[in-house]
């Protein structure tokens, strides 16, 4: 069975890519809590986080950590919040985003409605702020 994840993976639906590597994805949420809400994945489609295999699962994170050090690069924020759900889309995925307050990641409250335009510049800024995060520590 294939997710939404899967095809944006693949490229079959189009994503705001922030980060990329050969094992995880990092994308915009395209229905946001926050500027800056970006979902973590692993390539290999697992449902549920806690089945991911140990390497992967700790991979994940670590990719995790330096997109959240881009997204805090960007949009400066006491921390980066995450979550993992899991409830809406059958592909382990983590939540990460900028926060001010903890009703920030509420998840039941309305989400943005960003422009295509904004999506763009945000991932790309994001993607900008990862690059030199990375290349300091190359």
């Not at 809590?33 to 390539?43: D, E, F, N, Q």
């Not at 960007?74 to 903890?102: D, T």
Request: hydrophobic content about 45%.
């Amino acid at each position: 069975m294939s997710t939404i994840f899967s095809k944006i993976i693949s490229g079959e639906i189009p994503s705001y890519k922030v980060a990329e590597s050969n094992d995880y994805l990092a994308f915009l949420d395209i229905n946001p809590l926050t500027r800056g809400h970006v979902l973590v994945i692993p390539k290999k489609e697992t449902d549920y986080i806690f089945d991911i295999d140990d390497d992967e699962y700790m991979g994940m994170w670590v990719f995790a950590k330096i997109v959240a050090q881009g997204i805090k690069e960007v949009f400066p924020c006491p921390k980066v919040g995450v979550a993992v759900v899991g409830l809406e889309v059958a592909h382990a995925h983590i939540h990460l985003m900028p926060l001010h307050h903890v009703h920030d990641m509420n998840f039941e409250k309305p989400k943005l409605s960003l422009s295509a335009e904004e999506m763009n510049v945000i991932a790309e800024d994001i993607r900008k702020a990862i690059a030199v995060i990375t290349n300091g520590h190359s």
